[in-house]
């Protein structure tokens, strides 16, 4: 399985992800950052997108919305953990799309 880091929305940006098979699925960790240094917290979130060898959609989901805080450079409280579970690991060959999100979607109610 592989990844594919997409494009930033907003200030915010994943600064790394990994992925690994859990007893009821699929697990996705990583961590948000700002980019930028001023500001209050920026509400945030993760799409995920798994898509097969072919490039079919296989699964989406959403990790919860984070308060990511401005960046201050040499502290190590910049940054913000998410987490996204899936029921089902993807099949041989499967990619997995994290995109950081800023802002609401346009299925959001």
Not at 45 to 51: G, K
């Amino acid at each position: 399985m592989g990844f594919l880091f997409l494009h930033r929305t907003g200030s915010v940006y994943v600064a790394w992800s990994d992925a690994y098979e859990h007893e009821d699925g699929l697990v996705i960790t990583g961590v948000l950052r700002r980019r930028d240094s001023v500001g209050s917290p920026v509400k945030a979130h993760v799409d995920v997108t798994v898509l097969s060898a072919e490039g079919r959609v296989v699964d989406t989901a959403r990790s919860g919305d984070v308060y990511v805080p401005r960046r201050i450079t040499g502290r190590g409280q910049s940054s913000k953990r998410f987490t996204v579970h899936l029921p089902n690991v993807p099949p041989r060959g499967s990619s997995v799309r994290v995109v950081s999100h800023t802002g609401l979607h346009d299925d959001a109610t």
